[in-house]
């Protein structure tokens, strides 16, 4: 099993928003957000940010696959 983001890519693309527009907006750094894309692991104060940012919970930007 792992965790798979496209859930937060495709948020991205419906609101228009940049990655880098992502790491400004969460404070995460570039490098998380390019773990996030090649599905690595990132700690949880990442997905954390980044669901502060949105307004919205864990399993709104990710799945278990």
């Known amino acids: 099993?792992?965790?798979n983001y496209n859930k937060l890519f495709k948020l991205l693309i419906d609101r228009i928003i940049k990655k880098k527009q992502l790491r400004?907006?969460?404070g995460v750094s570039s490098t998380s957000i390019a773990k996030l894309a090649?599905?690595?692991n990132v700690i949880t104060y990442v997905l954390?940010?980044?669901c502060i940012a949105f307004?919205?919970?864990g399993f709104d930007i990710?799945?278990?696959v």
Do not use: A, W
Request: charged share 35%.
């Open 48 to 50: 954390l940010r980044i």
């Open 1 to 3: 099993m792992c965790f």
């Open 55 to 57: 307004n919205c919970k």
């Open 62 to 64: 990710m799945e278990i």
């Open 38 to 40: 090649k599905r690595g």
């Open 24 to 26: 400004e907006m969460s």
